[in-house]
Structures are given as structure tokens and as C-alpha cells.
């Protein structure tokens, strides 16, 4: 069944805009409680330079395979394009993982 | 509350242990006056353990992905009205033939 006034498959497709948009929300979520978790190791474990950015890109892919494997690896059924998942919340994620990383530095 | 909250907060649990247990740990080298580099074995593998759960939950816990295809099942844009309040019965589909057969899709 067509909904009226559907487009053709030339034109841009109209999606479902509040499910993409908590889709959305979901990965931002996801991503910002990893970046703390990952920030807080980080510190505990003795991170400094260099390599507590190493680790926390690594942790970020982590968890990008993880949303890939949430959305059982069929992005087109939930997102508009692969850049959601993959890129989305990486560098905002980045400055609340220094914060949380920086804090057990100090008091461990 | 779901099990991925009660697994998220068991590894916090577990991450704020192996904090504390640094701690210690950091006091007693500074007793010895060594350096501290990393923490002992035993207190890494309660990080990595923390980190996994945490990392479990923090993909569990937000909400589940719902499907952005407009014409799939569970996305239809057009439902059949529930309440009587449209539906009328004094149309002209009386003159069509009718096929007592047909089913409705809900």
C-alpha cells in the first residue's frame, strides 16, 4: 500500500522522521555514557598523552561495532546513511571522556 | 527497571572498586617510594571486566531501534479509524457486487 503523494524512488525518500530522530538519540546516548566509562579506565588504569587518545578511539570503534550489531548490520532500516552510526557523537563524546579521564588522574 | 540497568550499575560497582583498590595501592608504593605506572594485574582485570559490562549496558539500555522505512508493516501511515464516529455504512459501494470472501487487513 502507497501512502498519498509517496515519491518516486528519484527523489530524496521520505522516512519515518521521529523514529530516525530517537534512533538518533539512542547512538548520542550510547555513545556519551561509553565516552565517561572509557574516560574513567582511562584515568584508573594510568593513561596519559598520547594514549589515553589512542584508547578512547578505541573504545569508540568498539562501540560502533556494537551499534552496528544493534541494528542487527542492516543500517538502512534505521538511518539515512552510514555516517550516523559510524561518525556521529565520536568528538563531542571526545571532551566528556578528558573530563572523567582527568579526574581519577588526579585523585589516584 | 530492565537488566541491562542493574548490569550498568553492578559495573560501575565494579569500577569504583578497582578504584578504591588503586588507591591503596598508590598509598602503599608511596610508602616504598616507587614509581607508580600502572596498577596491579588483578585490579586491571576488574577494569576490563567493569568496562565490558558498562560497555554491554551503555548498548542495551538506550532505546531500541525503530525502523525508518516508511512502508514496512510496523510503519503504516495509514491506519483504518477505530471509533465509529467514521465509519458510515450508506455509501455507493451498496450497488458493487460483493464477495462475502473478501478479509480485511488490520
Redesign the interface.
Known amino acids: 500500500m502507497a501512502a498519498a503523494g509517496g515519491v518516486s524512488s528519484d527523489d530524496v525518500p521520505i522516512l519515518q522522521a521521529e523514529n530516525l530522530t530517537s534512533n538518533v538519540k539512542s547512538i548520542y546516548y550510547s555513545r556519551t555514557f561509553l565516552s565517561i566509562i572509557g574516560g574513567v579506565v582511562a584515568g584508573i588504569w594510568g593513561f596519559t598523552g598520547l594514549m589515553g587518545f589512542v584508547f578512547y578511539f578505541l573504545i569508540m570503534m568498539v562501540a560502533s561495532i556494537g551499534l552496528l550489531a544493534k541494528s542487527k548490520f542492516s543500517v538502512q532500516t534505521y538511518f539515512d546513511s552510514w555516517n550516523r552510526i559510524l561518525i556521529e557523537g565520536v568528538f563531542g563524546g571526545l571532551m566528556s571522556f578528558v573530563l572523567f579521564w582527568s579526574y581519577p588522574l588526579m585523585m589516584i | 527497571m530492565g537488566i541491562g540497568y542493574v548490569v550498568g550499575v553492578i ?1 560501575g560497582a565494579i ?1 569504583a572498586h ?2 578504591y583498590a ?2 591503596q595501592y ?1 598509598a602503599v608504593l608511596k610508602i616504598t617510594e616507587e614509581e ?4 596491579p594485574m588483578d ?2 582485570m576488574e ?1 576490563l571486566l ?2 565490558a559490562l ?2 554491554w549496558a ?3 539500555v ?11 508493516d510496523e ?4 491506519s483504518l479509524p477505530a471509533n465509529l464516529d467514521f465509519m458510515i455504512f450508506n455509501h455507493r459501494g451498496r450497488a458493487l457486487p460483493s464477495d462475502p470472501d473478501l478479509k480485511l487487513k488490520t
Open positions: 559495573g569500577l578497582a578504584a588503586t588507591i598508590r607508580f605506572t600502572r596498577p585490579v586491571m577494569l567493569g568496562l558498562c560497555m551503555g548498548l542495551a538506550p532505546a531500541k531501534f525503530l525502523s525508518v522505512v516508511p512502508h514496512s510503519n503504516r501511515i495509514v
